[in-house]
């Protein structure tokens, strides 16, 4: 079946440098790739959507200039946090509709695990 | 209101009970909706997806869809420990909205021996 891959699953960085996780649909093409957050006890919050050859679009209370998305290829979208403060640790999802879906269904990444200090 | 709400729980059953979980929607054009497992640091798997009023079943699962409630539950027969997770509910919106989901806070289940 359809699978996506994320990398890395964790990585710790130092408050200030800006940290690069990355989307990858395996056997698929993906027009569309979704980016969630997910704090310890929270449910998923949609970031922004990933739009191939497009700009991103981003929901109320996302800082774009601050979450930097690139879906440069069918099977690549990249998210890249920013002078990242400890506020950012988070879980980071990403994820893509099933090909020819009708009912949205979505697979997820492993997800990346943000740790800012 | 909330778009998509779920009791936090936890929700406690013992081995091969039955677990029960709910979910209500705010937005009546709500066209599809699922049901996700996730595991504590793991990203979420799809457990079913329903989208026509009624019981969809699919082994020891069964989802209800209720458009006219706004309700939409998941039904686990046989609970076992492995089902001990957060189950999350997401709603996609009205047609043309694109694949855009909204999930709820989840569900925590425990299931005991």
């Known amino acids: 079946g359809a699978v996506v891959s994320q990398h890395p699953s964790w990585v710790i960085c130092k408050s200030g440098t800006s940290v690069k996780i990355e989307c990858r649909s395996l056997d698929f093409q993906a027009t569309t790739m979704f980016w969630y957050r997910q704090f310890p006890k929270q449910s998923l919050m949609l970031m922004a959507t990933?739009?191939?050859?497009?700009?991103?679009?981003?929901e109320q209370g996302v800082e774009k200039d601050k979450f930097l998305i690139n879906h440069a290829s069918l099977t690549l979208s990249t998210l890249t946090v920013t002078s990242a403060h400890p506020e950012d640790s988070s879980f980071y999802i990403c994820?893509?509709?099933?090909?020819?879906?009708?009912?949205?269904?979505?697979?997820f990444g492993e997800g990346s695990r943000l740790t800012v200090l | 209101q909330k778009e998509v709400e779920q009791n936090s729980g936890p929700l406690s059953v013992p081995e091969g009970a039955i677990a029960s979980l709910n979910c209500t929607y705010s937005d009546r054009g709500s066209q599809s909706f699922f049901w996700y497992r996730q595991y504590s640091g793991k990203s979420p798997e799809l457990i079913m997806f329903i989208y026509s009023n009624g019981d969809k079943e699919d082994g020891r699962f069964t989802a209800q869809l209720n458009k006219a409630s706004q309700y939409v539950s998941l039904l686990i027969r046989d609970s076992q420990p492995s089902d001990s997770a957060t189950y999350l509910c997401?709603?996609?919106?009205?047609?043309?909205?694109?694949?855009?989901?909204?999930f709820g806070t989840g569900t925590q289940l425990k299931v005991e021996l």
């Open positions: 994820s893509a509709p099933r090909p020819a879906g009708k009912t949205g269904e979505l697979f």
């Open positions: 990933s739009n191939e050859g497009s700009k991103a679009t981003y």
């Open positions: 997401a709603v996609r919106g009205r047609t043309g909205g694109g694949n855009k989901l909204t």
